[in-house]
């Protein structure tokens, strides 16, 4: 719609609104703010944290050891569901802080015209019908219709995740048209590069693009992580398993064994007390905890920690492209001079880099054409570049005059001594309508020219002959910036033409066809040199790698190519709104470059790969990636040029905005997870062992080899000693080398369900075996129990050495060396062993008796024999060529 009937449409004078129809609009449209959701109480927050399978079962485990009176071990398994709902509690409420941080984003004042006066009012207060007027520097407040613009450029990159400001005209547009080429829009929350403006509010609070954004990130829900789907999903079989389990032990013992009531409704308390793995959710959380802090250490900050182990789960990283693989700072990197085309090494705004034509490198001091083409992208520049020590080169001004002048830096140029020797005495700014800047110079002896640097279709017409006075040859030179363009350069053309001596003013008639062209400048957000490294590690891990971007096609395609990715068929925001669902799954299959996608589109996207069975990690820095990265299996973002949007939705904040972080991130989260199961790998048999004991004592009538109250004490110091010990386990090798797990597979795998049964047998074997060659020396019950215990120890001692290693040989010099933290839990838990052995007090609350060396040479041998046959199963495995679990 043309502006003025945009401004009939909202009835809308040209001196602006009324104080009384402003004071209505607000009334009738409400306040220019995201509405926030209303507050949810402590208590609604905390009390789902304990909707949780294996929390029942612990609960269970509580209320069976308060009925045995055990009331200091049923204090320490609720000690470790309130740890958990903790943790729960305070990573509650993502959502609420993502749209708080959306909400943030809305400028806070704003300059309108009302009554025919410039009044500077509360941004919230603007209504649809206001006319605002922009300039450099300022925040737009509002989603705005522009009816006038000077010079107006905007940059976009937080919304559109376009690398450079735009260009604003106030032509209308197709309603249809993508919203990065709506060029007549000025839209909420993005930031005036450079010109000033008027604008017509058309949408303000919710129903702005921002708004709509924030809308999106409410409406997605969080998704659970694999391990808290798989730890669910173990919960729930476990607990089946021990009720049936308690209630056939029951019946047999009652109806068969003709057991008394309560001898045997205390034996299957000590079977469920037994199988339950109590230590299990305290011992998952050190581990997610210590990878935290692993991670931190390479700059990478968790919100929630079940997102460890997720990065080492996901099958696909969808990245944006703009601050997260490339700088998000424009580099000159190819000047195609009328003789020559030279390469420019080096990237982003450092003036570190030269020029090399065909692999030679050029002094850019005395070679001419170059120099002539650097002084004029020096001079003819608004820009500022200033070296900060903590952040590097930065660029005051818009980014593409930014790197002009590095390039006019690295040819040898001194900004000052270049602008001393040719002073500029008028200009003529950017204007889209004429599609260039021109200065005008002279030099101390009275010579003027004029410096001419725009796009190079419109700096073509105004050019008679480029270098020494050469015939101008248009076809050659498109024929260049076409090849520019294939690789997804932004060119821009430079130029110069002397004028009369003693020019001081610069006309737009003075702009004609008389020029000489000096050049073509390609520039581009470059892809930083780690990311490139970073994709190729991801893609040997077995991880697909897709961008997803609002840039053009041609430049993200270009991108691609240097990173390593598929850049063939490139899927467009307007193919996806074409593509059904079903249709859009198939595509998202064979694509790995997305370009001018919107946040639906990145959001369909997502949503389209993970019903393809995939686990997805996004990655990205603007307000329009939020709500695909909270719908996203993990949401990665850019902790220090992200916004604070993008950051509030994120499970992990990258603090250096280095995308190769994720590589070393994926690479913790596989080691968390082998952790975790080599946890499981460790505490099942010890659960299974203790319950087979039970089991076996009760089916054949024999008196039980430990008690409850026993088994609860091996259950608590073995999970603070040797289960904690491999929380600190390092990498084993190769783990990178792996295809990442299949989303649906289980928690327990074939293999390791057969490894926690091979060791649960021999630990029942081991346990019965000293609990009845001690009976039949004449031993009491008392000194057989201990025994007992003793045995479940020590082979829980040397098993714990065969955890360390999936398949690997546990007999080699680093299996002592390689965890700092196990041999010292191994000399804790033999300490308390022979407390509980020899220490009065303890004989007589867990009636415990000591024991002879005899007994102890029979312990140590079934130990060392226990160990042997462990390592003799993983023997077979590595011949079957079996790496993990």
């Given at each position: 719609?043309p502006?003025?009937?945009?401004?009939?449409?909202?009835?809308?004078?040209?001196?602006?609104?009324?104080?009384?129809?402003?004071?209505?609009?607000?009334?009738?449209?409400?306040?220019?703010?995201?509405?926030?959701?209303p507050?949810?109480?402590?208590?609604?927050r905390?009390?789902?944290?304990?909707?949780?399978?294996?929390?029942?079962?612990?609960?269970?485990?509580?209320?069976?050891?308060?009925?045995?009176?055990?009331?200091?071990?049923?204090?320490?398994?609720?000690?470790?569901?309130?740890i958990?709902?903790?943790?729960?509690?305070i990573?509650?409420?993502?959502?609420?802080?993502?749209?708080?941080?959306?909400r943030?984003?809305?400028?806070?004042?704003?300059?309108?015209?009302?009554?025919?006066?410039?009044?500077?009012?509360?941004?919230?207060?603007?209504?649809?019908?206001?006319?605002?007027?922009?300039?450099?520097?300022?925040?737009?407040?509002?989603?705005?219709?522009?009816l006038?613009?000077k010079?107006?450029?905007?940059?976009?990159?937080?919304?559109?995740?376009?690398s450079?400001?735009?260009?604003?005209?106030?032509?209308?547009?197709?309603?249809?048209?993508?919203?990065?080429?709506?060029?007549c829009?000025?839209?909420?929350?993005?930031?005036?590069?450079?010109?000033?403006?008027?604008?017509?509010?058309?949408?303000?609070?919710?129903?702005?693009?921002?708004?709509?954004?924030?809308?999106?990130?409410?409406?997605?829900?969080?998704?659970?992580?694999?391990?808290?789907?798989?730890?669910?999903?173990?919960?729930?079989r476990?607990?089946?398993?021990?009720?049936?389990?308690?209630a056939?032990?029951l019946?047999?013992?009652?109806?068969v064994?003709?057991?008394?009531?309560?001898?045997?409704?205390?034996?299957?308390?000590?079977?469920?007390?037994?199988?339950?793995p109590?230590?299990?959710?305290?011992?998952?959380?050190?581990?997610?905890a210590i990878g935290?802090?692993?991670?931190?250490?390479?700059r990478a900050?968790?919100?929630?920690?079940?997102?460890?182990?997720?990065?080492?789960?996901?099958?696909v990283?969808?990245t944006?492209?703009?601050?997260t693989?490339?700088?998000?700072?424009?580099?000159?990197?190819?000047?195609m001079?009328?003789?020559?085309?030279l390469?420019?090494?080096?990237?982003?705004?450092?003036?570190e880099?030269?020029?090399?034509h065909?692999g030679?490198?050029?002094?850019?001091?005395?070679?001419?054409?170059?120099?002539?083409?650097?002084?004029?992208?020096?001079?003819?520049?608004?820009?500022?570049?200033r070296?900060?020590?903590?952040?590097?080169?930065?660029?005051?001004?818009?980014?593409?005059?930014?790197?002009?002048?590095?390039?006019?830096l690295?040819?040898?140029?001194?900004?000052?001594?270049?602008?001393?020797?040719?002073?500029?005495?008028?200009?003529?700014?950017?204007?889209?309508?004429?599609?260039?800047?021109?200065?005008?110079?002279?030099?101390h002896?009275?010579?003027?020219f004029?410096?001419?640097?725009?796009?190079?279709?419109?700096?073509l017409?105004?050019?008679?002959?480029?270098?020494?006075?050469?015939?101008?040859?248009?076809?050659?030179?498109?024929?260049?910036?076409?090849e520019?363009?294939?690789?997804?350069?932004?060119?821009?053309?430079l130029?110069?033409?002397?004028?009369?001596?003693?020019?001081?003013?610069l006309?737009?008639?003075d702009?004609t066809?008389?020029?000489?062209?000096?050049?073509?400048?390609?520039?581009?957000?470059?892809?930083?040199?780690?990311?490139?490294?970073?994709?190729?590690?991801?893609?040997r891990?077995?991880?697909?790698?897709?961008?997803?971007?609002?840039?053009?096609?041609?430049?993200a395609?270009?991108?691609?190519?240097?990173?390593?990715?598929s850049?063939?068929a490139?899927?467009?925001?307007?193919?996806?709104?074409?593509?059904d669902?079903?249709?859009?799954?198939?595509?998202?299959r064979h694509?790995?470059?997305?370009?001018?996608?919107?946040?639906?589109?990145?959001?369909r996207?997502?949503?389209?790969?993970?019903?393809?069975?995939?686990?997805?990690?996004?990655?990205?820095?603007?307000?329009?990636?939020?709500p695909?990265?909270?719908?996203?299996?993990?949401?990665v973002?850019?902790?220090h040029?992200?916004?604070?949007?993008?950051?509030?939705?994120?499970?992990?904040?990258?603090?250096?905005?280095?995308?190769?972080?994720?590589?070393?991130?994926?690479?913790?989260?596989?080691?968390?997870?082998?952790n975790?199961?080599k946890?499981?790998?460790?505490?099942?048999?010890?659960?299974?062992?203790?319950?087979?004991?039970i089991?076996?004592?009760?089916?054949?009538?024999?008196?039980?080899?430990?008690?409850?109250?026993?088994?609860l004490?091996?259950?608590?110091v073995?999970?603070?000693?040797?289960?904690?010990?491999?929380?600190?386990?390092?990498?084993?090798?190769?783990v990178?080398?792996?295809?990442?797990?299949?989303?649906?597979?289980a928690?327990v795998?074939?293999?390791?369900?057969g490894?926690?049964a091979?060791?649960?047998?021999?630990?029942?074997?081991?346990?019965?075996?000293?609990?009845?060659?001690?009976?039949?020396?004449?031993?009491?019950?008392?000194?057989?129990?201990?025994?007992?215990?003793?045995?479940?120890?020590?082979?829980?001692?040397?098993?714990?050495?065969?955890?360390?290693?999936?398949?690997a040989?546990?007999?080699?010099?680093?299996i002592?060396?390689?965890?700092?933290?196990?041999?010292p839990?191994?000399?804790?838990?033999?300490?308390?062993?022979?407390?509980?052995?020899?220490?009065?007090?303890?004989?007589?609350?867990?009636?415990?008796?000591?024991?002879?060396?005899?007994?102890?040479a029979?312990?140590?041998?079934?130990?060392a024999?226990?160990?042997?046959?462990?390592?003799?199963?993983?023997?077979v495995?590595r011949?079957?060529?079996?790496?993990?679990?």
């Open positions: 719609m502006g003025a009937e945009a401004q009939t449409a909202l009835r809308v004078e040209p001196t602006g609104l009324s104080a009384w129809q402003a004071a209505q609009r607000l009334a009738q449209h409400g306040p220019n703010r995201l509405p926030a959701p507050p949810r109480g402590a208590w609604r905390l009390l789902p944290q304990f909707h949780n399978p294996l929390i029942y079962v612990l609960l269970a485990a509580a209320a069976m050891t308060v009925a045995l009176q055990d009331y200091v071990d049923a204090g320490v398994i609720v000690g470790v569901v309130l958990n709902a903790l943790i729960g509690f990573q509650e409420g993502k959502a609420e802080k993502a749209l708080e941080a959306v943030a984003m809305l400028a806070s004042r704003a300059t309108v015209l009302r009554d025919g006066e410039r009044h500077e009012i509360d941004a919230t207060t603007l209504v649809p019908g206001d006319l605002v007027l922009l300039e450099s520097g300022t925040r737009v407040p509002a989603d705005l219709r522009l006038r613009v010079n107006l450029r905007i940059n976009e990159a937080a919304l559109t995740g376009e450079v400001p735009v260009d604003k005209a106030i032509a209308p547009v197709a309603a249809a048209t993508a919203i990065g080429e709506r060029h829009m000025a839209y909420s929350g993005t930031v005036v590069s450079t010109g000033q403006a008027h604008g017509l509010v058309v949408a303000t609070g919710q129903t702005t693009e921002i708004g709509r954004i924030g809308a999106l990130v409410g409406e997605v829900r969080t998704l659970a992580t694999p391990l808290t789907r798989r730890l669910d999903q173990f919960a729930r476990i607990t089946a398993f021990i009720l049936v389990l308690g056939l032990t019946l047999y013992g009652y109806a064994r003709d057991m008394p009531l309560l001898e045997i409704f205390l034996a299957v308390v000590g079977l469920a007390v037994a199988a339950i109590e230590g299990l959710p305290a011992i998952v959380t050190i581990v997610l935290t802090r692993v991670m931190a250490r390479n900050i968790i919100r929630r920690l079940p997102a460890v182990e997720t990065l080492g789960s996901v099958t990283i969808c944006d492209k703009t601050g693989l490339t700088r998000n700072e424009m580099t000159a990197v190819r000047v001079l009328p003789d020559a085309t390469e420019v090494s080096g990237a982003g705004y450092a003036p880099g030269g020029f090399q065909h030679a490198a050029i002094d850019g001091t005395r070679h001419a054409p170059l120099l002539a083409l650097a002084q004029a992208a020096l001079r003819c520049n608004d820009a500022r570049l070296s900060d020590p903590t952040s590097g080169w930065q660029v005051a001004g818009d980014p593409t005059e930014g790197a002009l002048l590095t390039l006019a690295k040819a040898g140029l001194d900004h000052d001594d270049c602008t001393a020797a040719a002073p500029r005495v008028d200009e003529i700014p950017f204007e889209s309508e004429h599609r260039y800047m021109a200065t005008l110079h002279h030099d002896a009275g010579h003027a004029v410096l001419l640097k725009g796009a190079p279709e419109r700096v017409t105004l050019c008679a002959s480029a270098g020494d006075r050469i015939p101008l040859d248009p076809a050659a030179w498109q024929a260049r910036m076409d520019a363009a294939r690789a997804g350069l932004r060119v821009l053309a130029a110069r033409c002397d004028m009369p001596p003693g020019t001081h003013a006309n737009m008639s702009i066809r008389r020029f000489t062209l000096l050049g073509l400048v390609g520039l581009i957000d470059p892809p930083r040199d780690e990311a490139i490294q970073a994709v190729a590690d991801c893609q891990a077995g991880l697909r790698v897709k961008m997803i971007t609002g840039d053009h096609a041609v430049t395609a270009a991108i691609a190519h240097r990173l390593g990715l850049d063939s490139p899927l467009t925001g307007a193919d996806i709104e074409t593509l669902d079903t249709a859009l799954r198939q595509r998202v694509t790995d470059v997305f370009a001018r996608a919107s946040p639906e589109h990145k959001l996207l997502v949503v389209a790969l993970q019903a393809e069975g995939e686990l997805v990690a996004m990655t990205g820095d603007g307000v329009n990636d939020a695909a990265l909270k719908a996203a299996d993990i949401g973002a850019m902790g040029k992200g916004t604070d949007a993008a950051r509030e939705a994120a499970d992990l904040i990258l603090t250096d905005d280095n995308f190769a972080t994720i590589a070393q991130a994926v690479r913790e989260g596989r080691v968390v997870f082998d975790i199961k946890s499981l790998l460790f505490i099942l048999p010890t659960n299974g062992g203790e319950a087979g004991v089991l076996l004592a009760v089916f054949a009538g024999l008196a039980l080899p430990v008690t409850a109250g026993q088994i004490w091996v259950n608590m073995t999970t603070i000693t040797l289960a904690l010990a491999l929380a600190f386990e390092p990498a084993e090798a190769g990178m080398e792996r295809p990442p797990r299949r989303p649906g597979e928690l795998t074939g293999l390791l369900a490894r926690i091979y060791v649960t047998l021999l630990m029942v074997v081991a346990t019965f075996t000293v609990f009845e060659w001690v009976l039949s020396r004449g031993g009491s019950l008392e000194a057989a129990r201990t025994a007992a215990v003793n045995m479940l120890v020590i082979g829980e001692l040397v098993y714990l050495f065969n955890t360390r290693r999936f398949t040989s546990a007999c080699t010099r680093d002592l060396t390689g965890n700092p933290v196990a041999l839990m191994c000399v804790l838990l033999i300490a308390l062993q022979l407390l509980l052995t020899y220490a009065p007090p303890m004989q007589r609350l867990f009636h415990t008796e000591a024991l002879d060396a005899a007994t102890w029979v312990i140590l041998a079934l130990g024999g226990k160990f042997v046959a462990v390592e003799g199963e993983k023997a495995l011949r079957l060529r079996v790496r993990t679990m």
